[in-house]
């Protein structure tokens, strides 16, 4: 059973809602999930927790800097990697709704450049992972020192791989080559650059003004938090690897606070119709009949018996992590600054209590 849509007003209002008071014991066990991040001189986390319209959690803990010695808070941006390609699935949905695009136009009638192999991979299969392309990643070596951008993506791809995976639609492979190239399918069809067209078809609606897909040197980050790696007592700053520069399968930088608008927005249905957001959200079946877990930037699965929509984001210095749970009308998110600080876990013992009650 889906949520009934809300209002705007309604679902924006939960963003500026103080948070519910938590029981003592609810209370207890964040501060102790969160334990890690509060510790003093320790890279932070920002959590939060909706239920339906209600804001029951927004909490922040730790350093968004620890070299300045900057606290964490609910309007500290963070790098969200993967956690960009919902945003970059919805700005295809957005132009698909605009009738510029169907989800399955082929790739290669907007990006010409991607070999005749690719002949048959279609924007649904780069929004599912089933599209067999390689990942671009495997062709980056770690020494290498400039960033790659999103462009850089397609032409590691043209120039190193001579085949797919797999047949198009015939297998599942989780690849960042195919949200790199709709960024790029993005800003050929809609005539702008990725990071104006998030700005003003999704931020600048949903009064994210925080929220942006950062391009070194043309931007700033505000409230910005800076990647770490934790080892024993040593904190070391490793804020951007060889392919931060990459927008669409993971560069946009953004708050709780920010966050609590665009999931408010998903409830009500602000940006996409019905139908197209039941497309984002079932998983693609494969030529052979059998289901994928994946939707249009989302992994579909079920936790505690309950549906459950989920993505992970992993870079050099982030680690974060969303579940939600449609029929409860539970959102749990958690944004890190801190490398391999399986915030999946956090997330999955604060699931099962609020589900519990």
């Known amino acids: 059973m889906l949520l009934p849509c809300l ?25 102790s999930l969160l334990a890690p991040f509060s510790a003093p001189g320790r890279p932070g986390a920002s959590l939060l927790v909706v239920r339906h319209d209600t804001v029951l959690v927004r909490k922040a803990v730790g350093l968004a800097d620890v070299g300045g010695g900057v606290p964490a808070t609910s309007a500290t941006n963070y790098r969200l990697a ?58 980056v070596p770690d020494s290498q020192q400039r960033q790659v951008t999103d462009r850089d993506a397609l032409d590691l791809v043209r120039t190193h791989a001579d085949s797919l995976y797999f047949p198009p639609g015939s297998g599942w492979r989780y690849s960042n080559t195919g949200y790199a190239l ?7 069809k809609s005539g702008m650059s990725f990071p104006d067209f998030l700005r003003t078809r999704i931020f600048a609606p949903l009064g994210m003004t925080n929220s942006l897909a950062h391009v070194d040197g043309r931007d700033t980050i505000p409230h910005r938090a800076y990647g770490h790696t934790v080892r024993g007592d ?4 490793t804020d951007q690897s060889n392919t931060s520069a990459v927008l669409g399968d993971g560069g946009i930088y953004s708050s709780i606070d920010d966050m609590t608008r665009w999931y408010a927005a998903l409830t009500a249905r602000t940006l996409v119709d019905g139908k197209l957001w039941n497309a984002t959200i079932t998983p693609y ?20 018996d309950r549906a459950r929509l989920r993505h992970h984001g992993e870079t050099r210095g982030f680690t974060n992590f969303v579940a939600r749970f449609p029929e409860e009308g539970l959102t749990i998110l958690l944004l890190t600054n801190r490398t391999d600080s399986a915030p999946w876990d956090i997330v999955d013992a604060l699931a099962r209590r609020y589900l519990a009650q």
């Not at 209002?7 to 501060?31: N, V, Y």
């Not at 709709?182 to 050929?188: A, D, G, T, W, Y």
């Not at 494969?286 to 249009?296: M, V």
């Open 82 to 139: 993967s956690l960009t390609k919902q945003f970059t699935a919805t700005a295809i949905v957005l132009l698909v709704e605009d009738g510029v695009l169907t989800l399955d136009t082929p790739v290669r009638s907007i990006l010409p450049e991607l070999p005749s192999y690719a002949a048959s991979v279609t924007l649904r299969h780069l929004l599912t992972h089933t599209s067999g392309l390689w990942d671009y990643e495997a062709f």
């Open 182 to 188: 709709l960024s790029l399918i993005v800003e050929r």
């Open 7 to 31: 209002t705007m007003a309604a679902a924006l209002a939960a963003c500026s809602r103080p948070a519910a008071e938590a029981p003592r014991s609810e209370a207890m066990l964040i501060d």
């Open 234 to 237: 040593t904190v070391s700053g």
């Open 285 to 304: 079946v494969l030529s052979d009949g059998k289901p994928t877990e994946y939707g249009f930037g989302w992994f579909i699965d079920r936790f505690e």
